[in-house]
Each structure stands twice: as C-alpha cells, then as structure tokens.
Antibody, heavy 122, light 110 residues
Framework: QLQLQESGPGLVKPSETLSLTCTVS??????????WDWIRQPPGKGLEWIGN???????YYNPSLRSRVTISVDTSKNQFSLKLSSVTAADTAVFYC??????????????WGQGTMVTVSS | QSALTQPASVSGSPGQSITISCTGT?????????VSWYQQHPGKAPKLMIY???KRPSGVSNRFSGSKSGNTASLTISGLQTEDEADYYC??????????FGGGTKLTVL
C-alpha cells in the first residue's frame, strides 16, 4: 500500500530556510487523482494547511504563508519537497506530508506520513 | 482564510453519543460538500474518518457519521468507546485548491 515518509533536518536556525522532502512509496506520485500536501502542527496546537502540488508542478499555498513557501515535485524520484524561508520559533512544528484526493474524487487527506518534528532554534 | 471553529473539548461516557460541530463560512463549509474529519491520537498522525461531509472510508466504524447544515458541519460518534478518546479536526475545501482546518476538539471518554 502507498506510504509517505518525511525527511530533513530536525533543527533549523532562525532566519534560515527549512527544507523537507516527502518520499512516496508503493504508488506513483504522477497520478491525476491526487494532490500532494504539506500540513504542520505546532506543539500542543492544531493542524495548519501549508500548501500542495500536482504532479505537473502546479502549486497552491496558504495565503498566510505564501510569501515564504515553495513546494516542488520530482516525479523521477517520486518525491515532493517543502521549503519555508525566514523561519522563526513560531515555525517550530511537526510537519506532515499527505496525499490529497482531488475534489470530485473525495477531497480529503487519505494517507499521511508519520510526521517529522522541526525545531527552530539557534 | 480563517480557521474553522470547533469546541475545544467535549466529553461523554462509554455507550453515549456525542456531536462535534465545525463552523465555517459561506466561502468554505457553506459552499462545498467537501468537509472531512480526522482523528488524532497523541503522538500519531491524523486518520481520515469522514470525507465529503458524510462518507466513511473503508475500515472506519459506522459509529462515526457526518452531516452539514449551512455553514456548520458536524461529526457524531455513537456508542462511545474508550479508544475514541482523541483529538478531532474538521477540514474544508476553501476554493482554489486550498484547505482550511478547524482548531481541533479534544474528546474525553469518561
């Protein structure tokens, strides 16, 4: 069955860029039925949608983060990635990647990675 | 894009039913039949419980049901069990391939 796995540094310095990769296994990222999303959860707080990407490279971002977020896809590696620039302590969170069934096909996050904790600290 | 509004906590006894509300606006919950609900146990990734407002993925108990009226969606859990104790999040499509989550509700099974 399809699985997602986040990877990347667990500690990032303030003002630097956070970079994470999500590897998709057991299925292809190049499916027309799905988007591929990033979602984060600060410690003890709720979920926040960050943005998503289609296998063609089309992206959509949370308006509140748009100026700092870049999501990219590498179909040859079956991976998609997140970059969040100019991070502060407020960006400390567990970051999840998730498969997003397209609206019209269900419109929900049906498969999630296990999550990776990223701490912003000097 | 403001977060959807959920009660911070709800509680119930084993065997009882509870309902968690999720209030949005005419730009998200009210405009689309694309509300989903997620269960999250401590230290775990969220799990999809309801999609398209009222549909259950394969493997999810029929004790979980969803509905919507206007700008408010609801998740009902009947026959509460101790393993239902968790955080629950609603999420709605908000147009232009964007999504918005609720603030989450902590369910305590007394």
């Amino acid at each position: 069955q399809l699985q997602l796995q986040e990877s990347g540094p667990g500690l990032v310095k303030p003002s630097e860029t956070l970079s994470l990769t999500c590897t998709v296994s057991g299925g292809s990222i190049s499916s027309s039925s799905y988007y591929w999303d990033w979602i984060r959860q600060p410690p003890g707080k709720g979920l926040e949608w960050i943005g998503n990407i289609y296998y063609s490279g089309t992206t959509y971002y949370n308006p509140s983060l748009r100026s700092r977020v870049t999501i990219s896809v590498d179909t040859s590696k079956n991976q998609f990635s997140l970059k969040l620039s100019s991070v502060t302590a407020a960006d400390t969170a567990v970051f999840y990647c998730a498969r997003h069934v397209r609206p019209g096909y269900g419109g929900a996050f049906d498969i999630w990675g296990q999550g990776t904790m990223v701490t912003v600290s000097s | 894009q403001s977060a959807l509004t959920q009660p911070a906590s709800v509680s119930g006894s084993p065997g009882q039913s509870i309902t968690i509300s999720c209030t949005g606006t005419s730009s998200d919950v009210g405009s689309y039949n694309l509300v989903s609900w997620y269960q999250q146990h401590p230290g775990k990734a969220p799990k999809l419980m309801i999609y398209e407002g009222s549909k259950r993925p394969s493997g999810v108990s029929n004790r979980f049901s969803g509905s919507k009226s206007g700008n408010t969606a609801s998740l009902t859990i009947s026959g509460l069990q101790t393993e239902d104790e968790a955080d629950y999040y609603c999420c709605s499509y908000a147009g232009s391939t964007t999504s918005v989550f609720g603030g989450g509700t902590k369910l305590t099974v007394l």
